[in-house]
């Protein structure tokens, strides 16, 4: 009987406790593996980071270097720009001085040309002078012995606006071209102070404002085609007055 006890106690004592069909021994093999497998991976996720870092400090370097790029590239442009534009400035300010002296040279050749045009223009009445003749003389209608200078057109351009008025005042006038003897006529004269037309003719003369002269005339000289009103007073229309420099 005691031996049976024994027996059993060793039966019993040697009995294996399992789970999920694996023993403590297979556990701890199990464990020592996953650790195994375990540190392994964590050596791979140790790596893994490293490069991950390195990748990222490599990028974030080449950012930089392409931002530090781009400002430079950009810095360029503004000082080609500010080139430029100063450049630009330059040729617009030199635009402005070229203008100026095209526009001083345009005015002073249109001073050049009005003196020009100033010396050979005929002389023209104006509608005033015309109106303002016409009215005074229009008041006492009377007769004038009208003379030009002989061979000179612009005077007989002149002489014709004159006649043109007397006839709308009325007025008798006998026309001719003459020419003094050793002498040039500048401009009208009224020479003949005496008498009713003489004094009104200077007085309509005056009234328009229109520059005569009261020198005496030659009476010696050449005329041609001339017709002669007895009595009248003489109006002589001379040559347009030379422009002085």
Request: aromatic share 8%; proline share 4%.
């Amino acid at each position: 009987m005691h031996e049976t006890e024994e027996i059993d106690n060793t039966i019993f004592s040697s009995k294996v406790r399992r789970m999920f069909g694996l023993g403590l021994d297979s556990w701890n093999n199990l464990v020592v593996v996953f650790l195994a497998i375990g540190a392994i991976a964590a050596v791979f996720v140790g790596i893994s980071t490293y490069v991950v870092v390195q990748l990222q400090r490599a990028e974030a370097k080449d950012a930089t270097d392409a931002f530090e790029l781009y400002k430079l590239g950009v810095a360029a442009q503004v000082a080609d720009a500010k080139k430029e534009g100063i450049e630009a400035g330059k040729a617009a300010g030199d635009a402005l001085v070229r203008a100026a002296e095209l526009e001083k040279e345009a005015a002073n050749a249109k001073l050049e040309t009005e003196k020009i045009k100033s010396v050979v223009a005929w002389r023209v009445l104006t509608p005033e002078e015309s109106l303002k003749l016409e009215q005074v003389l229009s008041t006492k209608p009377g007769s004038v012995n009208l003379r030009y200078t002989d061979g000179d057109p612009e005077a007989l351009f002149l002489a014709i606006q004159i006649s043109e008025i007397l006839t709308k005042a009325k007025w008798q006038f006998a026309p001719g071209a003459f020419k003094p003897a050793n002498a040039i006529v500048f401009g009208i004269e009224l020479p003949d102070a005496d008498g009713t037309d003489a004094q009104t003719l200077r007085g309509a003369f005056s009234t328009a404002k229109i520059p005569f002269s009261t020198n005496a005339l030659s009476s010696s000289g050449i005329g041609f085609s001339i017709s002669t009103i007895a009595g009248a007073p003489t109006l002589m229309v001379g040559s347009k007055f030379p422009t002085l420099p």
